[in-house]
């Protein structure tokens, strides 16, 4: 069983940077593909990014590609969600989610955080 804690949200004007971090409990966190997944209010869940186990391949939506960047610690059990020139349609609840396939579509995560809220204004 995993555990996931995000934090690091916050409001923060358009342009600027926030990095956010989902926390893990269990000792099989290492073993698992991360992702980051946004939900804005009126709007279905959409990927963000993905991680592989090792941290050697990593996957973006167009929409955030060369902006944000995600990464991994699995000596710390913590993957990180560097977020740069932020926009107004990034805000969002963020979620991190633990699964065994690790794609771009919610149901092929089973482990889910309670999700983080960025706002950015403009």
């Known amino acids: 069983q995993v555990q996931l804690v995000e934090s690091g949200g916050g409001l923060v004007q358009a342009g600027g940077s926030l990095r956010l971090s ?22 279905e869940r959409e ?17 955030v590609k060369g902006r944000f960047t995600i990464s991994r610690n699995n000596a710390k059990n913590t993957v990180y969600l560097q977020m740069n020139r932020l926009k107004p349609e990034d805000t969002a609840v963020y979620y991190c ?13 089973e482990h ?6 960025v706002t950015v204004s403009s």
């Not at 989610?97 to 995560?109: D, F, H, V």
């Not at 889910?112 to 809220?117: D, E, I, L, N, R």
């Open 22 to 43: 989902c926390a893990a409990s269990g000792r099989t966190f290492s073993s698992y593909p991360m992702g980051w997944f946004r939900q804005a209010p009126g709007k």
């Open 47 to 63: 990927f963000v990014t993905a991680i592989s186990w090792s941290g050697g391949s990593t996957y973006y939506a167009d929409s």
């Open 97 to 109: 989610a633990a699964g065994r396939l690790g794609g771009q579509y919610p149901y092929e995560y």
């Open 112 to 117: 889910w955080g309670q999700g983080t809220q």
